[in-house]
């Protein structure tokens, strides 16, 4: 099978300019994304590592967070539900929120409960660009308590009232357990259109709309590693009749996509644009973001695919947790082939 490299701009185009106020809701696991910047010249005496000068430090939407951010982004209203903490990374997040226009629900926590946190250091040299040198992980699984996870529940169906479509990031961290599993596929079975990317757990989401591995994970569902495009389309297949899924959106990074129909017959598309990948930290969310609103406002799974292709094409191309703004697609979907 030949990779598709038909944009067919002018629909896709259209489709994009219907992103505008359509509803969307995102659940799961909000990461704060934490850079610290500063330059580095030498190497300690005390261990060899680089002595990094602080110069400055931000916060940044990760996880569905950042999912949430590119739906804002994109045109669309959106919604999010997921669990902060009681601390400085939690009330840094919900400014972001405030400020990007994104309502945001959460259970209440407890006093114990830490934002999971990813902190990246950046460093180079006083005319460089800074590249990451070392990344800190804070913030363990949250253990919600049987009331927490009912409120998720209750929450998620509350805000799921008129929405369009519905997002589900699941990065692992706990969020995205039993009960709310039950609320998402009651939405499901209402036919309201539920995208998945979940990163450990793709068997839990069995019967659900769309779901969106990358080659990995598909690798880690049918244990097997896909050298081939033959073994893409059989593992695609696969994981099609396994998870009962009435689509699957397989991302390959710089080889495009390809997307399988519920009879798990593949459709290549390749990928957009010339250039190398300067930073791919957060594409997925990108690409399920513009994924999800290209359903939320009319489109075929494919052609979604294919704007979530072009959007992904063109975050990857900024530096750290990106966005992508609607006329940024839009002016790359309307530029002469």
Same mark, same amino acid.
């Given at each position: 099978?030949? !990779?598709?490299?038909?944009?067919?701009?002018?629909?896709?185009?259209?489709?994009?300019?219907? /992103?505008?106020?359509?509803?969307? $809701?995102?659940?799961?696991?909000?990461?704060?994304?934490?850079?610290?910047?500063?330059?580095?010249?030498?190497?300690?005496?005390?261990?060899?590592?680089?002595?990094?000068?602080?110069?400055?430090?931000?916060?940044?939407?990760?996880?569905?967070?950042?999912?949430?951010?590119?739906?804002?982004?994109?045109?669309?209203?959106?919604?999010?539900?997921?669990?902060?903490?009681?601390?400085?990374?939690?009330?840094?997040?919900?400014?972001? /929120?405030?400020?990007a226009?994104?309502?945001?629900?959460?259970?209440?926590?407890?006093?114990?409960?830490?934002?999971?946190?990813?902190?990246?250091?950046?460093?180079?040299?006083?005319?460089?660009?800074?590249?990451?040198?070392?990344?800190?992980?804070?913030?363990?699984?949250?253990?919600?308590?049987?009331?927490q996870r009912?409120?998720?529940?209750?929450?998620?169906?509350?805000?799921?009232?008129?929405?369009?479509?519905?997002?589900?990031?699941?990065?692992?961290?706990?969020?995205?357990? !039993?009960?709310?599993?039950?609320?998402?596929?009651?939405?499901?079975a209402?036919?309201?259109?539920?995208?998945?990317?979940?990163?450990?757990?793709?068997?839990? /989401?069995?019967?659900?709309?769309?779901?969106?591995?990358?080659?990995?994970?598909?690798?880690?569902?049918?244990?097997?590693?896909?050298?081939?495009?033959?073994?893409? $389309?059989?593992?695609?297949?696969?994981?099609?009749?396994?998870?009962?899924?009435?689509?699957?959106?397989?991302?390959?990074?710089?080889s495009?996509?390809?997307? /399988?129909?519920?009879?798990?017959?593949?459709?290549?598309?390749?990928?957009?644009?010339?250039?190398?990948?300067?930073?791919?930290?957060?594409?997925?969310?990108?690409?399920?973001?513009?994924?999800?609103?290209?359903?939320?406002?009319?489109?075929?799974?494919?052609d979604?695919?294919?704007?979530?292709?072009?959007?992904?094409?063109?975050?990857?191309?900024?530096?750290?947790t990106?966005?992508?703004?609607?006329?940024?697609?839009?002016?790359?979907?309307?530029?002469?082939?």
């Open positions: 099978m030949r !990779p598709s490299t038909r944009l067919r701009a002018p629909s896709l185009a259209e489709l994009a300019h219907r /992103f505008a106020k359509r509803r969307v $809701l995102v659940v799961g696991d909000l990461v704060a994304d934490h850079y610290v910047y500063g330059q580095t010249d030498r190497i300690s005496r005390e261990a060899p590592v680089l002595v990094v000068r602080y110069e400055n430090a931000e916060v940044k939407l990760g996880g569905a967070a950042n999912a949430a951010a590119n739906v804002a982004s994109l045109g669309g209203h959106v919604t999010v539900v997921g669990v902060l903490g009681r601390d400085e990374m939690g009330a840094q997040m919900r400014r972001l /929120f405030k400020a226009g994104i309502r945001a629900l959460t259970p209440g926590a407890g006093d114990g409960l830490q934002t999971q946190t990813k902190t990246r250091i950046l460093a180079g040299g006083s005319n460089t660009t800074r590249q990451q040198v070392l990344r800190l992980d804070r913030g363990d699984r949250p253990r919600l308590s049987a009331r009912m409120e998720m529940s209750r929450l998620i169906t509350a805000a799921a009232r008129n929405v369009d479509a519905v997002l589900v990031s699941d990065y692992g961290s706990g969020v995205v357990g !039993p009960e709310t599993l039950a609320a998402l596929r009651k939405l499901d209402e036919r309201v259109p539920v995208c998945v990317d979940s990163r450990f757990a793709l068997r839990s /989401f069995k019967g659900f709309a769309v779901l969106k591995p990358n080659e990995p994970e598909l690798e880690a569902l049918v244990g097997y590693p896909l050298r081939t495009e033959a073994q893409v $389309l059989e593992a695609g297949r696969a994981a099609v009749a396994a998870l009962e899924c009435r689509a699957l959106v397989l991302t390959r990074g710089r495009g996509m390809v997307v /399988f129909d519920g009879q798990g017959n593949g459709e290549w598309i390749a990928p957009h644009g010339p250039h190398e990948a300067v930073d791919v930290t957060g594409a997925g969310d990108t690409v399920m973001a513009t994924l999800c609103l290209g359903l939320a406002a009319g489109g075929s799974v494919l979604a695919a294919r704007l979530a292709n072009v959007a992904g094409s063109l975050v990857v191309q900024k530096q750290g990106a966005t992508v703004a609607r006329a940024e697609l839009l002016r790359e979907l309307e530029m002469p082939r």
